[in-house]
């Protein structure tokens, strides 16, 4: 993956800014973990898009498809929910260190 260059559409780009933005504005008003959705909802929006833009990474794959599965766990299952976020963080620093270590 390192070195590959991905664009995205000016369309998805908007899309997910639009998302962001709306996010915000919401947060202020609905409870405070609702928050955390909202960015696990960003980040496999982006990693969708990514991958939808010709980024040809399995691992993203994998992340994006586990953060879709996990994420309605805050609707029913909370404990599981608030455990997958700090696991979210640690693969992707994880990640983070072996493509600067490449």
């Known amino acids: ?19 962001l933005l709306a996010s915000a504005e919401i947060c202020a008003v609905e409870p405070g973990f609702y928050g955390t959705f909202r960015l696990l909802d ?11 833009a010709g980024l040809d990474d399995p691992w993203l794959g994998q992340l994006h498809d586990d953060i879709e599965a996990k994420k309605v766990l805050l609707m029913s299952d ?5 455990a997958f976020l700090p696991e979210a963080a640690r693969r992707m620093a994880e990640r983070l260190r072996e493509e600067e270590g490449r």
């Open 1 to 19: 993956m390192s070195g590959t260059e991905v664009r995205l559409e000016r369309k998805a780009a908007y899309r997910l800014l639009a998302h």
């Open 42 to 52: 960003a980040a496999s929006r982006l990693a969708g898009a990514l991958l939808e």
């Open 78 to 82: 909370r404990e599981a929910y608030f």
